[in-house]
């Protein structure tokens, strides 16, 4: 059997599901879930191969919640919004049903799924999540710290800072570990707005209150509520052009 989650804050979108569902006979909902932690807990509790997923949810949007599985299953997205589709396949999605979808347009979504299932499209699901849509920049960064789902505002950020497997975010005087690479963080925030400046930190500009030679040809930065920030030779050519100098 093919365990499958449906996650969707409408309680009719998520029976229509079930119902398109009734002519698979392979696939088991073994949850139904109408907001973001109720799916991310019944996900790490069943351990679906597939899972429906609205994207517009109260608490957390679902691809906030995907953002905190580490191993996601396979997605189909469903939702009423056709803004989100490029940003839902950069996710590596298996298809994006905008509502209202037909039993017909369900099928061939499940078709989609089949292929991945029989390993043609394997390869493009488990392939790196570290790119998403470019116009679409990030505002808010949801992370886990001490069991407990925190929401940072992108807003609020002043530096990152790569730290092993992890990222350091720097915000209001506070540090939180997210489980990504500085790559990813380099890819979805606003490059109007941060910039990276070296191989292990990317900076807001509005922090920078100025730069300063250090040590042969290096340079560091300082910010504005205190500390340094070194820059490398790739980062100052990034720097200056931010920067217009």
């Known amino acids: 059997m093919i365990k499958t989650i449906i996650i969707d804050d409408e309680p009719l979108a998520g029976q229509l599901v079930e119902e398109y569902l009734e002519v698979f006979p ?16 019944a996900i790490q509790q069943h351990e679906p191969d597939l899972i429906f997923l609205d994207v517009q949810m109260p608490r957390i949007n679902g691809f906030e919640m995907l953002e905190l599985i580490e191993c996601p299953p396979a997605v189909i997205f469903t939702t009423a919004f ?19 979808f037909s039993q017909s347009r369900f099928d061939e979504a499940i078709r989609k799924f089949s292929l991945t299932e029989n390993g043609d499209m394997v390869q493009k699901l488990l392939a790196s999540r570290d790119v998403v849509g470019k116009e679409d920049y990030a505002s808010r960064i949801v992370l886990k710290e001490k069991g407990e789902i925190k929401v940072v ?8 800072e790569a730290n092993d497997d992890f990222v350091n975010i720097h915000s209001k005087g506070s540090k939180y570990i997210k ?42 930065l300082r910010l ?22």
């Not at 505002?153 to 990152?160: G, M």
């Not at 490059?191 to 560091?220: A, L, Q």
């Open 82 to 100: 056709d803004e989100y589709a490029v940003k839902a396949f950069d996710s590596h999605a298996v298809d994006y049903l905008l509502k209202p």
């Open 26 to 41: 392979d696939f088991e909902v073994v949850a139904v879930c109408h907001d973001g932690f109720d799916g991310l807990k």
């Open 153 to 160: 505002q992108v807003k609020d950020v002043e530096y990152l």
């Open 179 to 220: 489980n990504r690479t500085l790559k990813f963080f380099e890819s979805v925030l606003d490059p109007r707005d941060f910039v990276r400046v070296h191989r292990s930190y990317i900076v807001r500009i509005s922090e920078i209150t100025s730069v300063e030679p250090y040590e042969k040809e290096g340079n560091v």
């Open 224 to 245: 504005r509520k205190g500390g340094a920030i070194p820059v490398s030779r790739s980062g100052m050519t990034k720097l200056k052009g931010v920067l217009g100098v």
